[in-house]
Each structure stands twice: as structure tokens, then as C-alpha cells.
Nanobody
């Protein structure tokens, strides 16, 4: 059974950093690409990152590009999201999940198929 859980959230001041972890079980990173998405109160889900299963490149949303970075420890089946220069608008519940890149006409969309409990990140101004 595919299971993922994000943890490591908390309260941080604007400009600060936080590292989230994603513990995965029931599969290996060779089976699925892993990504992060977030959901803020009253807002739609936003894809934050997704590693391409074809060339290993990583997609980052424009809103986090240059500030967030993913890494993984395959031996521990753990994915990390390093978040730097945090802004109040980064406040959201963050989830890790299996992800895939889909193209619908001219639109590129990142879909998240499996995810578990998220972790709340609150950035104070």
C-alpha cells in the first residue's frame, strides 16, 4: 500500500527557512515520482514541485522557484523540501505525494495521485 506522510511544519518568521520531510512506504522512488503541493485556507490546491520520471528534472511553481528545493534520500525512502526566504503567502498545509506530468493541449498540469497527512506551515510577517 502506497503511504506518504509529510512532517516538519511549524511557525516561522518571514525570511526564515524550514525543511519538510516526506516519509514514504509501500513503494520506492523508482516506482513513482514524488512532489509537493500545498493548500491555503480558501484557496485552490497549488502544485509546488514534481520530479520528472523521464529525465529527473524537477518542476517548481513560479511562486517558489529559487526559494524552494527538493532532495531525496533513497536509502531512507524520504523526500525533503527545503524552503528558504519564506513569505506569509507561503502559509498553507503542505502535502507530499506521487506526481506525474500531464499535457492537455497546450497546458502542462502536474497531477498528484497518492498523498497522506499534510503538515502546516505558518509564516508570520
Amino acid at each position: 500500500e502506497v503511504q506518504l506522510q509529510a512532517f516538519g511544519g511549524g511557525l516561522v518568521q518571514a525570511g526564515g527557512s524550514l525543511r519538510l520531510s516526506c516519509a514514504a512506504s509501500g513503494f520506492t522512488f523508482d516506482d513513482y515520482a514524488i512532489g509537493w503541493f500545498r493548500q491555503a485556507p480558501g484557496k485552490e490546491r497549488e502544485g509546488v514541485s514534481c520530479i520528472s520520471s523521464t529525465d529527473g528534472s524537477t518542476y517548481y511553481a513560479d511562486s517558489v522557484k529559487g526559494r524552494f528545493a527538493t532532495s531525496s534520500d533513497n536509502a531512507k525512502n524520504t523526500e525533503y523540501l527545503q524552503m528558504n526566504s519564506l513569505k506569509p503567502e507561503d502559509t498553507a498545509v503542505y502535502y507530499c505525494g506521487t506526481c506525474r506530468r500531464e499535457v492537455y493541449g497546450t497546458d502542462v498540469v502536474y497531477e498528484y495521485d497518492h498523498w497522506g497527512q499534510g503538515t502546516l506551515v505558518t509564516v508570520s510577517s
